[in-house]
Each structure stands twice: as C-alpha cells, then as structure tokens.
C-alpha cells in the first residue's frame, strides 16, 4: 500500500533505539524525510546512517540531546524544513513507590511525558493546519488503559498527555484541516527497556531469566512480544494520507493482553 507520504518531513524523537527507532525506520522505507532526536549522540548519529542506507532518497538529520529541554526541542525544530509528522516519544520515568516519590520526581515526570510532547504540538499543528496535512503520533504507554502499581509517575504523566490530547484532536480548526492527533500504546515490546525490566524482575525475585520471561508471555494471548518494525509500520500507516479520518484516539498495541471488551 502506498501511504501517499514520500517527500514529507517527519520529527521522530526517542529515535535511537526501540520503538521510536521502529518508526524512524517505517517512515524511512516510506521516503519520509527524517530529524531524528535522541540523548546519545553517537547512536543517534549511528541510526542516521542505517537509516540513509536504508533509503538514500531521503534526507536524515540528527539532533542529539535531551528533547525536555526547551533549546534542544528548537533546535530539532530549526533542522525540520516543516514538520508535516510528528511522532512524540521519551523514555518513561522509573518505578516505584509513591510513598517514596518527591514533588521533584512528579515534576520530572510530568514535564518529560506530558509537557514535552505538548510543547512540541504546540509549535507544529498550527503551521500544519495551513498546510492542511498533519499527523501527531504520541507513544504513551499500555498502562494507560491498564494502569501498572509500580508505574505510578509514568500511569499519571501520561493519563495526563492523553487528557490533553483528547479535547485538541477535536478541535474542528484542526480535524477540519487534515491534522490528526493519536496516541500510540504499547504493551510488551521486544526492547532494551523491556529487557532491563525482566532482568530486574529476575534479580528481585530469586528467579531466572527465562521464567520471569515465560512468566511474562503466559499473559500475552499472541504468546510473544511484539517487535519495533510492526510497531513503527502501525505508526507510519497513522501518519498517512489514509488514516485522515482518524482521530484522538488510544490505540493499544499489545498481543490482546488487555482483557477488556471497551
């Protein structure tokens, strides 16, 4: 299927590794031209190349640094020549207790998966509007609709960033311009952050790793993790001329984990 994308510019954050790398990679095959962000610079700079290998038709810039921060967020702005795709993603704050958690920690997680990703909107879907193309596409998080105990600071951030979105998708200014705003859940996904999670579950529990991990896809229906490259192709098919009529809405990518019927 052809998405009617080839040509676009795409802003891909967290693109690095794992499922903002998934994405980068599924709009790269698309002929999406690509600014790519992330902390480290040296994988960062490693994922333009593989990307560009990829598909060297398109243009692939890369802007290290951590996208919280006001400078860098412009200047990964400053390197798009316009932002027709966005595609909001940030590494989720730690687990714990909130007996533990400070004002701080609240702050710190609010602003990296909430107030970021607003930010961000907020300087791109106007200029979209007069374009009349736009796709945002927010990586939240399956404890969105199934909230995770331990993920306490990640469940309300990000419930917050899924408030948000849910009134801006509506407004007619711009659903009636072809710019749509979703959000991208994901369950259990074959990533390095998925990997630190089972091996740290391994060390608390006295188990090994592979029980921990059949423990894990017990409760997955598939009986598998899902992998990045069909997450970043649901991501990139959001992002097309096709999917215009979709809007605000949560979808969750989780191997039918969630035992809910709504």
Known sequence: MDLHISGRWAVVCAASKGLGKGCARALASEGVNLVINARSADALEATAQ???????QISVVAVAGDIGREKVRAEVLDACPQVDILVNN?????????????????????DANMLTPIELIKATVDAMAKRGFGR?????????????????????ARSGLT??????????QLASSNV????????????????HALNAEATVSGSTLEKVTQARLQGIPARRFGTADEFGAFCAFLCSQHAGFMTGQNILLDGGGYPGTY
């Open 50 to 56: 593989e990307l560009k290998a990829l598909n060297d």
């Open 90 to 110: 940030n590494g989720g704050p730690p687990p714990g207790d909130f007996r533990d958690w400070t004002r701080e920690d609240w702050i710190k997680a609010v």
């Open 136 to 156: 945002v596409v927010n990586i939240t998080s399956g404890a969105v609709k199934a909230p995770i105990e331990v993920l306490g600071l990640s469940n309300g």
């Open 163 to 172: 408030g948000f979105v849910a009134g801006l998708a509506r407004q007619p």
């Open 180 to 195: 749509t705003i979703n959000n991208l859940l994901p369950g259990p996904f074959d990533t390095e952050r998925l990997s």
